[in-house]
């Protein structure tokens, strides 16, 4: 079974900084890539960006090019979003996934249901 636990949300106002952080468990972890969402009250799931675990090839969401920065450390199995310049429009329940087989052809990172695996969520607030 493998668990995805993210931690680092809270409460922050406008032009703060924060880290979000996920770290992927399993008797066996291995995966293709990694990518965090976010879903505000009323709005359907969106992605904010994704990271390879070989290469670290990195893709990101229009909204989020710039402020947003996901890295990865192998050898925690753990995935991290630092996140600058917030806006309030980036509050929203941040969630981290996992794709487990490698996928091909179009912007494959964007879309949830090619992720397998999926975090509780931790809450992000940015007030004006």
């Known amino acids: 079974q493998v668990q995805l636990v993210e931690s680092g949300g809270g409460l922050v106002q406008a032009g703060d900084s924060l880290r979000l952080s996920c770290a992927a468990s399993?008797?066996?972890?291995?995966?293709?890539?990694m990518g965090w969402f976010r879903q505000a009250p009323g709005k359907e799931r969106e992605f904010v960006a994704s990271i390879r675990w070989s290469g670290g090839r990195t893709y990101y969401a229009d909204p989020v090019k710039g402020r947003f920065t996901i890295s990865r450390d192998n050898a925690k199995n753990t995935v991290y979003l630092q996140m600058n310049s917030l806006k309030p429009e980036d509050t929203a329940v941040y969630y981290c996934a996992a794709v487990i087989s490698a996928q091909y052809g179009g912007r494959w990172y964007e879309y949830p249901d090619n992720y397998n695996y999926w975090g509780q969520g931790t809450q992000v607030t940015v007030s004006s």
């Open positions: 399993g008797r066996t972890f291995s995966s293709y890539a």
